[in-house]
Every structure is written in structure tokens, then in C-alpha cells.
């Protein structure tokens, strides 16, 4: 067999995945090496996909012809929106996936495309080249002593670095449940980059037997009505498996606290740091001693299997412990566990050695995306890989490379804050993240990225040609809604809530309008109608927000002076002002990248910088 490619991914979970998929549809000869070809995309985890903040990744992976959403299509079990109180900029698409049926899609979708190969081997050195041009990388060698090369290798290890699991004080390798650790390659990789690796941790939850639970006892979730999941398409959603709602109680939380010792986080045996938006039972006992109750969501794990999650109840108690704590809840008295929960430990390089394209700053060729740079969440991991992967296949063709910037995609907002700040805990994707929440919702994402996919080839003529009639038509139906500023029209589309009722009214008003101007309708989906109702409600804020853009983006290069006094600086928070004395930014795009940064924030900064300097105060 022949052992040259174009590119080389290293793991095949999520971030690998998306990689393989996308480089391999750019045109490049691809390898794709993962320990077990059969538990590609495997969710280790949570079986679902999305929420505030990951939806948003999601639907940009969809609008660059990534693989995830195409996956989520034929897998999903439930789909919610959530945050629908508020706007449409802070909404998130979430679906239960039946996590079985998911890997055996990727398996299938990855299978069938021609120039990528597929091969079963654990990766222990990247093989590279010194010359007087610099370091890049050549190929990896595998456990078994072969050697393959490439010009571009994507590493997308996961939580397999050295992995170790935690079950109380019982601690073994692992990659994850079941599975082999790469042992050898993060020093091989550190040994290439000239950066040393860290570590980090997760955990999950105990699996419990389905039909011991007593659903009688629990509160079951509602259903939504939605027409459109993730992908460009139109689709008839339905609810094939619901959720449920229980609730821990003074019980549980005796017996976690009682037990608090024999826990691996709080025992001493773990060092990683981890997740803060994802704590452990135990983090929620101790952190929030005076709660009387947490939730936990009872989510099936496949609609074939007997098996559920129970979201909220992530530990690396001891099994004897996990059993009692779980009976204590009402309604799991008889449940039985089938997997136990465990935490575990990995290496991970930080992000801020790799540049935007996420390849290292040190090897040419070498990228690195998803766990292995510190960041959690599936969602996360598919678009880093899908950037990764993209730009290693363009890499090998001596192609200009491909980044997304913040202020068009949340994932320039997350490859941003992680290559420029780094991370001190594992990395999930927010809406708050986001300066520019009201121009990067999820209703006009394909009209924002769906031409970078086209020029990528990462879509098909056919769907691209159905998005610009979608694009034209919500291009038509705002001018003409503007157009009736003082009528019916425009007061609806105007309406803060946006309930079906309203909804109903604005298609048929709409409707009859591109008809008197002979514009074919067929193209105004639902999502293309929320699109038109937020340009129209938030025109005055999405419009004082691209000014701001265009403003940050203008002076991005602006030197701050280094004497320029924060502390008591009006107009900005005691918050903003104690990061930016801390940061110390040098310049307007350094300033940017501070968490909890402002537009309002930076033009002050602007506005300062530019007044010292008319002053003639600094150089």
C-alpha cells in the first residue's frame, strides 16, 4: 500500500472526523489513523449535539459543507431550541442524538469518499525535518514501526494523550472507556514544537439500565415545534424519544458529601483542571452547599438500546457510592447502573503556540485541533477540525490559507481566544463570547459563510444555487418591508415576540408582496423568515454594530501608549478596567481579545488613544 498522502489525521473523534471529511472533499489525498475505524465520532459523553453558544458552531460547520450537521440530520432523536425568551441572537438549536446510530453514519459517510483512507493504528511519533528554512513536519510512525508522510498532519488526539481514568481511588490508562492511550506522542509532539503539555481532565456521568427507571415519577420535557435542524434543508422535525427531568435531593447530597473523601478530584489523585461549566456532582455539593437540588436530565442514549444518561451527575466516586447516591433520587430508587461514571486526565498543548490556520508556530505543516488544545465539547472540536483540515489540505497544495475572523463566525471567535489569550481551564464555546452576538446569529449563517464553502468546493452547485434564491428573497422581502414603515407590514415583522401567530401573519403579508413582484416564494423557509424578522427588529443595533466592526477593524493595529491610565478611566466598568490594568494590551486587536471586552469598551480606548496622540503626549 502506498504510504503518501497529502494529509495526515491523527484520531478520529470529532474534531478528526470533520477534518478527514473536509480535506478529503477539498481534493487532497487523505489518511485518516484512529486506533478503532469502528468507533469513529463516538460520543463518550453527553448523546446530544448543540446548546447556546455550540449550536452556533454547528450551524457554521453546516454553512462550510462540514460533516457534523449532515450526521445530526439523520441521528437526531429530539430537537429544542433553547433560550427562546429572549432573542434570536442568544438562541440555541440543541438535539438529542441517538449516539449508536451517529457513529455508524460517519463510519458510512467517511467510508464512501474516494481519496480518503481510512486505517486502524495508534500514532506514537510525528516524524519531522530540519533545514535552514525551518522545521516541518514529514509523516508519523505508527505502533507497529510503519511510516506514513504527508506535508500536512492534523492531530486530533482527544482526551487519548496519556490518558488516565479515575473511578474513586481505582486509576488505570485509558483513552476513554475500554480503550487504549497514545503513550509517547505528547512528548514527541512536545519534543517538536519546543512547547511542553499540561493537563486537563473531564469526567462523565454513571449509564443507567432504562427500564429500571420509574418514569411515572418524573416531569417529562415538552415538545417544540421546529421545521429546520442544522442543515441548509427544510426538515419535518419530529420527536422520536423524549426527556425527562429528575432532581436530586438532602439525601444525595448527604451521601456525596459523606463520601467526599473517596472522590479521585477531591482525594488528591487528580491534578488536571477541569471544566467550569460542566462540574461534577461533587463541585455542585461543595461549591453550592446550599442548594437543596440540582436537575438531572434523563436522556436516552439510542433508541435500540437499553441505556440512559443522566446529565448532572458527572463523578469519579466509587461505584459502591455512585449506586447509592443515584437510588436516593426519586424515581432512579431501583435504577441500575450499567457503565460507572469516571473522570479522566489527558495532555494538551496550549493553543496560543499555533497561529489562526491552527497550525504550530514552531512546524510547518503540523496541526493540532479539538481536546488536544484545550478546548471541551464536541461542537468545539468539529470546527476546529474543520479549519484544521481545511487548511492542512490547502497547506499541501501550496493554496493561500483559510481563516475566519471574530466578527463574522463564533468559530474565529473561539480559534481567536485560544490562539491569542490561550486557556487556564478547558474551553467551551458561549454566546457571551461574542462581541458581535447580534450580527453572528444562527438564522443568517449561510448567509455569512455559505460562500467560503462553495469557493472551498465543500458544497454542491444545486445547494448552493438554492441558497442564493434563498439569499435573494430575503434580500427583497427587507427592502420592501422598509419600504412600509408605517403600515401592517413592518409593524409585524417589527414584533418583539415572535410567536407563530405573528409568524403566520408576516409570511402571508410577505407572501402576497413578492407575488405583486413576481418573486418566486418557494424559497422563503422558516429560518429565512426569523432572518428577515431580526434585520428588521434589531436594524438600529445590527447596524450600530457593524459600525463598531468596521471601526475595530480599522484601528486594529492602534498602539495603545504605555502609560495610558486605566484605573478610573470613564465609561468603562470597574471590571474592564481591572483587566485591562492586569493585561496590559498593546494594541486595539490585543484589547479585543480580553473576555468580557466591549464594543462600547474599545471605542472608548480608541477615543483616548487618539486623543493623547493629538495632544503630542505620546509618540
Excluded at 448543540?50 to 450551524?59: E, Y
Excluded at 464536541?378 to 471574530?406: D, H, Q, W
Aim: glycine fraction near 8%.
Amino acid at each position: 500500500m502506498d504510504n503518501k498522502f497529502d494529509v495526515i489525521i491523527v484520531g478520529g473523534g470529532h474534531a478528526g472526523v470533520d477534518a478527514a471529511y473536509v480535506s478529503s472533499k477539498i481534493g487532497a489525498k487523505t489518511l485518516l489513523l484512529t486506533i478503532d475505524m469502528s468507533k469513529m465520532a463516538t460520543m463518550p459523553c453527553n448523546p446530544s449535539i448543540g446548546g447556546l453558544g455550540k449550536g452556533h458552531i454547528v450551524f457554521e460547520v453546516s454553512a462550510l459543507g462540514g460533516l457534523m450537521p449532515q450526521l445530526c440530520t439523520k441521528t437526531y432523536l429530539q430537537a429544542r431550541m433553547l433560550n427562546t425568551s429572549k432573542g434570536p441572537a442568544v438562541q440555541g438549536l440543541r438535539l438529542q442524538i441517538d449516539k449508536f446510530a451517529y457513529n455508524r453514519a460517519a463510519v458510512q459517510a467517511l467510508s464512501e469518499i474516494p481519496n480518503l483512507v481510512i486505517l486502524d493504528g495508534l500514532v506514537g511519533e510525528v516524524l519531522t525535518h530540519d533545514s535552514e528554512s525551518g522545521r516541518r513536519i514529514i509523516g508519523v510512525r505508527i505502533d507497529d514501526g510503519r511510516e506514513f508522510y504527508a506535508p500536512s498532519v492534523v492531530v486530533t488526539a482527544g482526551t487519548f494523550l496519556s490518558g488516565v481514568i479515575h473511578i474513586g481511588k481505582t486509576r488505570y490508562r485509558a483513552g476513554r472507556r475500554g480503550e487504549l492511550a497514545a503513550y509517547g506522542l505528547s512528548d514527541s509532539l512536545s519534543h517538536a514544537m519546543n512547547v511542553p503539555y499540561q493537563r486537563l481532565k473531564t469526567g462523565t456521568p454513571p449509564r443507567l439500565q432504562t427500564s429500571s427507571i420509574d418514569f411515572s415519577k418524573l416531569e417529562q420535557q415538552p415538545k417544540q415545534s421546529l421545521n429546520y435542524l442544522y442543515e441548509f434543508e427544510h426538515v419535518c422535525v419530529e420527536e422520536k424519544s423524549p426527556c425527562f427531568i429528575a432532581k436530586t435531593n438532602e439525601k444525595t447530597h448527604d451521601i456525596i458529601r459523606q463520601n467526599m473523601h473517596l472522590s479521585a478530584l477531591y482525594g488528591g489523585s487528580i491534578s488536571g483542571i477541569g471544566p467550569r461549566y460542566c462540574p461534577s456532582i461533587e463541585d455542585k455539593i461543595r461549591k453550592f452547599p446550599h442548594q437543596p437540588s440540582h436537575h438531572v436530565f434523563i436522556e436516552p442514549e439510542g433508541l435500540d438500546v437499553d441505556e440512559s444518561y443522566p446529565a448532572g451527575l458527572s463523578t469519579s466516586l466509587p461505584l459502591d457510592v455512585q449506586i447509592k447516591y443515584i437510588r436516593s433520587i426519586v424515581g432512579l430508587e431501583n435504577a441500575v447502573i450499567t457503565k460507572s461514571a469516571y473522570a479522566i486526565e489527558y495532555d494538551f498543548f496550549q493553543p496560543n503556540n499555533l497561529t489562526h490556520t491552527l497550525e504550530s508556530k514552531t512546524v510547518s505543516g503540523l496541526f493540532l485541533a479539538g481536546q488536544v488544545i484545550g478546548t471541551t465539547g464536541y461542537e468545539e472540536a468539529a470546527g476546529l477540525g474543520l479549519v484544521a483540515g481545511i487548511n492542512a489540505a490547502l497547506k499541501s497544495a501550496s493554496k493561500n490559507p483559510f481563516i475566519l475572523s471574530r466578527t463574522e463566525s463564533y468559530i474565529g471567535v473561539m480559534i481567536d481566544d485560544l490562539v491569542v489569550i490561550g486557556i487556564d481551564e478547558p474551553y467551551r464555546m458561549f454566546t457571551s463570547r461574542a462581541e458581535h452576538r447580534l450580527i453572528l446569529r444562527q438564522d443568517n449563517v449561510f448567509l455569512r459563510l455559505m460562500p467560503y464553502a462553495k469557493n472551498l468546493w465543500l458544497i454542491s452547485d444545486e445547494l448552493y444555487q438554492k441558497f442564493l434564491a434563498e439569499k435573494e428573497i430575503i434580500e427583497k422581502s427587507i427592502e420592501i418591508i422598509k419600504q412600509s414603515e408605517h403600515h401592517l407590514l413592518f409593524k409585524l415583522f417589527h414584533s418583539f415576540d415572535f410567536t407563530d401567530e405573528i409568524k403566520a401573519q408576516c409570511r402571508s403579508q410577505i407572501e402576497a408582496k413578492l407575488i405583486e413582484k413576481d418573486i418566486n416564494v418557494s424559497a422563503l423557509s422558516e429560518r429565512a423568515l426569523l432572518s428577515i424578522h431580526a434585520e428588521i427588529r434589531y436594524h438600529g443595533y445590527v447596524e450600530k454594530e457593524r459600525k463598531e466592526v468596521e471601526k475595530a477593524e480599522r484601528f486594529a493595529e492602534l498602539r495603545l501608549p504605555d502609560d495610558l491610565k486605566y484605573d478610573g478611566m470613564q465609561g468603562l466598568t470597574r471590571e474592564i478596567q481591572q483587566k485591562l490594568i492586569k493585561i496590559k494590551p498593546k494594541t486595539i486587536a490585543h484589547a479585543q481579545l480580553i473576555p468580557g471586552m466591549t464594543p462600547a469598551a474599545i471605542s472608548i480606548l480608541i477615543f483616548q488613544t487618539r486623543f493623547i496622540r493629538a495632544r503630542g503626549i505620546d509618540e
